[in-house]
């Protein structure tokens, strides 16, 4: 299976917080799924870091994704573009977009790992 990660859910997983799930922990740590993580995300992370919302090191997340064999970090593109839904800030909508590019022209089957209440009940993407 392949998750697209959206942002809140992959800090809260680095900061090892107690308010990711404990189904989503075990997800993120079974070594057969597939992570895919939205260079907004990065972005996003970065700019939570410099405006000092959340305390963490980026050159971490950027370790530990390059030492990721299952998670991967898929660049803001066209096709990404293209499948941006309406209605959302610009960071969810790019987060769907990712999902919605490896469901509708890759062929794969992705669920979303969220906590955010719009996403959820979007139901654009299946959440995990």
């Given amino acids: 299976m392949t998750y697209i990660v959206d942002t809140r859910i992959f800090i809260w997983f680095l900061d090892k917080n107690k308010r990711l799930k404990p189904a989503y922990h075990q997800l993120l740590t079974d070594r057969n799924n597939n992570f895919v993580f939205s260079a907004i995300v990065l972005a996003e992370i970065k700019h939570l870091i410099a405006i000092r919302r959340i305390n963490a090191d980026y050159e971490r997340v950027i370790e530990y994704l390059s030492q990721s064999e299952n998670g ?6 066209e096709d990404v573009v293209e499948e941006m ?6 960071h969810d ?9 490896y469901r509708n022209i890759l ?12 996403i959820i009940e979007s139901n654009i993407l299946s959440v995990a």
């Fill in 85 to 90: 839904p309406e209605g959302f800030n610009i």
């Fill in 93 to 101: 909508a790019l987060i769907i977009a990712t999902g919605l590019v």
């Fill in 72 to 77: 991967i970090i898929y660049p803001v593109d």
């Fill in 107 to 118: 062929r794969e089957e992705v669920k979303i790992l969220t906590e955010d209440r719009e």
